[in-house]
Nanobody, 123 residues
């Protein structure tokens, strides 16, 4: 599976962005998908995850109520809608795929990673 993330950019605090991650292959619905982020000098942190069917989602406490993960299995794409952005959301955002149907939340559990897209939130 190859993943291509896009949609990052510069936005003011309180604004919104939508990230997209397109996946190759014909079995996208068999993969749980996740979004992680990594700020300079920090570890890669879990943001959100979605099951293969899209029926289940899970969020980090820091983004709950502001971010929404979704997927379109017909388009082999997962999205991260980010609202009410804060300067502390500034990071490189990565999408990841795990060859299981259910949600996973740790970096080491994911098999495939996209290249990352930079999100910068100005105050």
């Amino acid at each position: 599976v190859q993943l291509q993330a896009c949609g990052g950019g510069l936005v003011q605090a309180g604004g919104s962005l939508r990230l997209s991650c397109a996946a190759s292959g014909r079995t996208f619905s068999r993969y749980a998908m996740g979004w992680f982020r990594q700020a300079p000098g920090r570890e890669r942190d879990f943001v959100a995850a979605i099951s293969g069917s899209g029926d289940s989602t899970y969020y980090a406490d820091s983004v709950k109520g502001r971010f929404t993960i979704s997927r379109d299995n017909a388009k082999n794409t997962v999205y991260l809608q980010m609202n009410s952005l804060k300067p502390e959301d500034t990071a490189v955002y990565y999408c990841a795929a795990k060859n299981k149907l259910w949600i996973v939340t740790t970096v080491n559990e994911y098999n495939y990673w996209g290249q990352g897209t930079l999100v910068t939130v100005s105050s």
